[in-house]
């Protein structure tokens, strides 16, 4: 099929080149320039694991081009893909990004003489599929499901894991009102043999953020059962693994760590959070589950001054600087408020990640930043371990303080200035 793709961010880029490398024409627009260069050149603009081969592949078989204008793209496709971001604002969600593709989709529409299929992947509060079709009809004078249709598709996929999740592990749900565009977008899915779910748009959306709620829930839930374990010298991930507790749609093992970081968790509950405020519904669980996450940045910083004593001047070292391995996005990463505690407590702060070092330093460019791990680990007197990257579990960590957020080092490996941040 032929598709438009409008967003080239983390969501809208896997989807394009999966679709691409799926045999589909896939177009892809975003309203910055450079990430449509770089794409042109086959060069990602960010680290996500496997990116760079499956873009390559992508480019080279021409089955993925980027495009300068969105009418270009827009006369070319069949389904045309939302996958602009849905920030978080105080009193709910920020759907401007949304709305402004609204605008600018009307006119095509308007003189479109083809039916195009709408699909908003981005995560968006229940209602929103059903009010921007009612704005589109408003904007191009055009009559919904006659003129154009529009699905609610939710991106399921996880960072650092993105393109496999995409090819093989999560649902894919389609909400609709239209059975032929749903059907459409099914066709659309099919080879990837995943399960489709049909469902309505108001459920689909619904479903995204029941989806992420319960992933941040229990996380919460398992690190703070890990606090309490900890007080009985007992691991969590034992338990874990002996309950074969897991988490997200591809079942993933549930595992205790520093908390949930990344762009979705925590600003889709948020947005939730301040919809169902507004609906007199509030959610202490919700609520409950940030207040876990945002308390243990703190409590590692505490951690270390009990080992340490005060933290001025003290040399800490921070490994791992994305939210995760596998990506170099920074947004809510656990290390941003524990260099901001650790800061304020005038330490002195070594940094390392394999791929996110770069962007870190256009938040905290006053840290010193080390070529590689064992760098870090040599000039620091304590190291917290913030990431899941490989290499982290295989260092020389000397017999440094190691306060290891994500359990990466092996139980043969640790030392007796070892310390898990919810298990002994
Ligand atoms: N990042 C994830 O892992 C993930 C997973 C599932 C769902 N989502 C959802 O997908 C959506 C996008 O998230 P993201 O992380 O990819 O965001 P992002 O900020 O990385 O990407 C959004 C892109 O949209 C572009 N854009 C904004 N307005 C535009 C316009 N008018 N025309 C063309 N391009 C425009 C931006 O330039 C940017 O490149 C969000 O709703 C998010 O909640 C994200």
Known sequence: ?????????????????????????????????????????????FFEENLASNLDKAISSNNLTPVYNLSEGFEKAEII????????????IDLSQLYSVCEELAPLIKSSSSRKIIVIRSTVIPGTTIAFTKKLEELSSKKYPQDFGVIANPEFLRQGDAIQDFLNHNKVIIGSENEED??????????????IILLSTKTA?????????????????????????????????????????????????????CGFGGSCLEKDMRALLAVAHKENSPSILLESTISVNDSLPIR???????????????????????????????????????????KRRNATIFAYDPKATEKMKSV???????????????????????????EFSDLDYRDKIILDGRNVIPKAKRGKNYEGVCWP
Do not use: H
Request: proline share 4%; aromatic share 8%; hydrophobic share 40%.
């Open 81 to 92: 893909f939302i996958c602009v971001a849905t920030p978080c604002k105080e009193n709910g």
């Open 1 to 45: 099929m032929n598709l438009l793709v409008i967003g080239a961010g983390y969501a809208g880029l896997i989807t394009a080149i999966c679709f691409a490398n799926n045999g589909n024409r896939v177009y892809v627009y975003d309203k910055i320039k450079e990430k449509l260069d770089k794409l042109k050149a086959s060069e990602t603009p």
């Open 205 to 257: 959306e619904m479903a995204k953020y029941v989806n992420n709620c319960l992933s941040a829930t229990k996380i919460s839930f398992i690190n703070e059962m890990g606090l309490i374990a900890k007080e009985f010298d007992v691991d969590i991930n034992e338990i874990s693994q002996a309950l074969d507790l897991r988490v997200g749609p591809g079942n993933f093992p549930l595992k205790a760590g």
């Open 364 to 390: 905290f460019s006053e840290i010193s930043y080390c070529e590689t791990a064992q760098e870090l680990i040599d000039k620091s007197e304590a190291v917290v371990i913030l990431a899941d990257w490989e």
């Open 182 to 195: 749903a059907k459409t977008l099914k066709q659309l899915y099919e080879p990837l043999e995943r399960p």
């Open 300 to 342: 590692m910083v505490n951690n270390l001054e009990n080992k340490l004593g005060p933290l001025e001047r003290r040399k800490i070292g921070i490994l791992g600087l994305s939210f995760k391995r596998g990506t170099d996005d920074i947004r809510n990463s656990r290390s941003v408020p524990i260099i901001i505690e650790l």
